[in-house]
């Protein structure tokens, strides 16, 4: 990332970390969160590392509750399985705990994301004939479907926000307003979108997605540029807050462990 | 009552060309040493079944086992990419490979509906993405008693599943604890069933967690001591990370996958072949 | 997270008249000091659902808890009828009693529907049966992909669903072992959940055979220690057997059964009130 | 039951003692019995006593390979928890195992019974207005349907082999020949039904329930006379073989702790 690179000459820290800062933020104590593996898994470790110790992960290998003390590589390492306080089948996961709107925050990752939040992990380019075949769907299209609200951790370029995905894998707001109603779809849908760049959350009008913060060091022409589309930004634009040290030390913990 | 039999003779017997098979194991308890039986008695035109392909469908692919791959997400874990399954997708080496792909859900409860003797399984998901469009195992269904609209999936019922376990009793009971995943459903859906294990004991003391698979309800069990590596057995060893990192450089090329797979897998002496000489 | 409260608490919040409450626990573990509690506080009108409505609903039936009960399976296990059952159909005493008949197989999914957040499940069931003809709550179903015709049932989802569990930690998070039957998918099922426990501890050591339910998942838990009895806690002390044969006895005249739940149940310093104060 | 009577007096046994014998008998080694409580439980722990001690008995409270010391009295004791194999949920133990067609042997207890060894259990008289509520259907009709054959045992009179039943609980052949076909009813329905009297088949043709053996010291007559339509006799009507002294003492040791 090119923003990884100014944003860690300028700052004490790189645009990625402040990303996942950023995401952990977003996540209240008290609250269930549907993990997916990778920079969702290791933000939604730095909340329970911080100020969410009693934040109850759920990954789709079965472990309920899982408390790892150091960040898995899969979302089924052993060390999950040992500290979670229930493992259950996969079959159960989905269908007893997922479905039934059950997890308060489905926090997902993205290859592409458009302005309804729509997610491509599938493919880049034709399904039959692609260009970059991506790994699909997992667990993504029924964490978008079913968990109370959505969280998304992506990094801003304009070839990870497209005008038109590929792809559509899991479902944000569709097409607009109305689009998860039509679809039975039981979930909010997603409510925040965490970048290298800053803080988008959808239009309460017509769902498309707003910048409304802007990490230290980021401009609102670098959001801008670094959309595929036309990019709304909020009037009442907000900084993002520094890392503060100890998030820095428990992440940097986390990840070189 | 399964039969306990060496690795080697299991495949032969239970494993056809052209078979749809099911080898599961979610991160944990993947049926590594069995794959590799299947790739040394050149198994060709497999329909492989599994959530997630990892490394052990990767490895089965480059070497041409298979002609189609039912899964829901394939990349290696916490790495990257599977550049085996990419390379037959996309450029169709060393066979082309067909897909047909759905999300966790929708696989989970194909296994389901397979173990349970059903034809279909009822399910929220795919709804407003564009699976629906490429994958002609997704269908609607309405609720008869409140008229909503769910999403239908047809019943898995692989020709043969294979699964990796930490043990067997001698009467062929099988115990396995951790993460078990699909695991039971994989079995209890197939036609034939075999089932790798770390140890055969006299007594299968109770664990916390153990899921238990009587031994009328399975064909075969094999000894394959190590069998799940570099995925792990809980309680017997842990998960080779190291090994699935190093996977990326070994398998982004073919001649270096090529090499690696001829080494360590299709000469008996192989790092894990050891887990076929103690079965056989 | 689930609240730590009396029993008496407990049922006086979440048990309402008009409810539908389902109270599992298949033989094992079957919930009898939170009825006792629900027949002091005199809930009326009840849609009482149950697999085996058992002494514990007959109890509530013949003290009239109940207009409607909704199970698959209404005997004394081993020893013959539920007379206070039998009079409530019959002779509408001591208040007239609808009845939703199901199997057990029918009623497990109707749980398993309800716990999975769809509005019906589908099983081999009922075909052929008069079952069919006289509960509303049996459809047909073709499988959009082979045409098959199966049995719907509509999902169960009650208001509150109480279940009793060997042991909690005071964090909330319960745990039960033996014959878990339906209690997971009864409490997942239901919009308000109690779980009487025997003890709560301040860690919940693992076991074989376990089944845990989160705190998250739960509303409350209240300690009633020996509150499955005449029922079973594994690891507690077994069945009374005995007295499930004196219930015959018991049970068969009005009378005799109104003299034995008003010294015994209603009575505060009742045989097994014990519960209840140890909880309140 | 007067047959029991007369036979207590005649021989050395009650006609329940044989009736349960001849049940035992029918269950053979290596094979998986879904066992009802009752009169089944008590045939197929003798079984298990006797001649077929790897018999897998399988109850609906969730007991796999339960292999119970002394008889339960209910089907959910923690006798068959302690011994089983597995012990799993109730929802599993009909949706994974007994729906497939895993299990061998069905083995259940009737109140009334027709010619085509269909079952009532619920109600006798009007369903609305019973003269006898009876428990219901339990685990039986799909206990019927999906295993691999059934085996019932009824005591015989002219109360419980009834011409017409009052409430089809459990499908036997239906209606005759074709009808498990047309109700997809996948197991291939009842194969024995065993009396205190002797032991009936269904009719190769018809389906039709037929007298194939008698128990010592019953008679045709007495068989006859004790169903509610004309009963078919088989032409090579056989002698049951009677209870050996181990199966009379291994019988009332099960019975009586």
Redesign the interface.
């Given at each position: 990332m090119t923003s990884e690179g100014t944003a860690g000459a300028r700052l004490g820290w790189t645009a990625d970390e402040m990303m996942t800062i950023a995401a952990a933020r977003q996540l209240r104590p008290g609250t269930s969160c549907f993990v997916g593996?990778?920079l969702p898994s290791t933000a939604a470790n730095l909340a329970r590392a911080t100020h969410a110790p009693d934040l109850a992960l759920i990954y789709?290998?079965?472990?309920l509750g899982a408390q790892p003390g150091r960040l898995?590589?899969?979302?089924?390492?052993?060390v999950?399985?040992d500290t979670a306080v229930a493992?259950i089948?996969?079959?159960e996961v989905?269908?007893y705990w997922?479905?039934p709107g059950r997890i308060d925050i489905g926090f997902l990752a993205a290859a592409q994301l458009d302005r309804y939040a729509n997610i491509n992990t599938?493919v880049i380019g034709d399904?039959a004939?692609?260009?970059v075949?991506?790994?699909?769907?997992?667990?993504?299209?029924?964490i978008a479907?079913?968990c109370r609200e959505g969280i998304i951790i992506v990094r801003q370029n304009p070839r990870t926000f497209v005008d038109r995905l590929d792809?559509?894998?899991?479902?944000g707001f569709?097409t607009g307003p109305g689009?998860r109603e039509r679809?039975?779809?039981?979930g909010n849908g997603p409510q925040t979108v965490i970048t290298d760049i800053g803080i988008l959350k959808p239009d309460a009008a017509n769902c498309e997605l707003t910048l409304t913060a802007l990490h230290p060091g980021a401009t609102v022409e670098q959001a801008r540029a670094s959309a595929g589309w036309p990019l709304a930004v909020a009037e009442d634009l907000t900084d993002t807050a520094p890392p503060t040290a100890e998030e820095l030390q428990r992440l940097r913990a986390l990840t070189t462990t | 009552?399964a039969q306990l039999v060496s690795l080697h003779d299991a495949v032969a017997e239970l494993v056809h060309d052209g078979d749809t098979m099911a080898m599961e194991g979610?991160?944990?308890l993947i049926p590594f040493a069995a794959a590799h039986e299947v790739i040394r008695q050149r198994r060709r035109d497999l329909v492989l079944v599994r959530?997630?392909p990892d490394l052990i469908y990767d490895q089965m692919i480059g070497m041409g086992c298979a002609s189609k791959l039912v899964?829901?997400?394939?990349?290696n874990?916490?790495?990257g990419?599977?550049h085996r399954?990419?390379d037959a997708?996309?450029n169709g080496w060393p066979v082309p490979l067909e897909v047909e792909?759905?999300?966790?859900?929708g696989m989970?409860?194909r296994?389901?509906a397979g173990?349970?003797?059903?034809?279909?399984?009822?399910?929220?998901?795919?709804?407003?993405?564009?699976?629906m469009k490429?994958t002609a195992?997704i269908?609607?269904?309405t609720?008869?008693?409140?008229g909503?609209?769910?999403t239908?999936v047809?019943a898995m019922n692989p020709d043969v599943s294979v699964i990796h376990a930490q043990r067997a009793d001698r009467d062929g009971?099988i115990q396995m604890w951790?993460?078990?995943?699909?695991q039971?459903?994989a079995v209890?859906a197939a036609k034939r069933s075999l089932v790798t294990v770390e140890e055969i004991v006299d007594h299968l003391d109770?664990?916390?967690?153990?899921v238990?698979?009587?031994t009328?309800?399975i064909n075969a069990v094999a000894l394959a001591p190590n069998g799940a590596h570099p995925s792990?057995a809980?309680g017997y060893y842990?998960?080779d990370?190291g090994f699935?990192q190093q996977w990326e450089q070994i398998s982004r090329d073919r001649d270096s996958f090529t090499a690696w797979m001829t080494e360590h897998i299709l000469q008996p002496t192989a790092a894990d072949g050891g887990a076929t000489e103690a079965a056989s």
């Open positions: 593996i990778g789709e290998s079965g472990c898995p590589l899969s979302i089924g390492d052993g999950l399985a493992v089948t996969v079959p989905f269908n997922l479905q599938t399904y004939t692609p260009t075949r991506l790994p699909g769907a997992g667990g993504a299209p029924e479907a079913s792809f559509v894998t899991s479902v569709g689009s679809l039975g779809l039981h | 009552m979610f991160t944990h959530l997630t899964f829901s997400w394939g990349g874990p916490g790495v990419s599977l399954f990419r997708v996309t792909e759905h999300s966790h859900a989970a409860n296994y389901v173990a349970s003797g059903l034809p279909f399984a009822v399910l929220r998901g795919y709804r407003g993405t564009d699976l490429q195992t269908a609607s269904i609720c008869p008693f409140t909503e609209e769910l239908a047809p009971n951790g993460i078990t995943g699909v039971k459903e209890l109770p664990v916390p967690g153990q238990i698979l009587p009328w309800s792990y809980h842990d998960r990370n699935y």
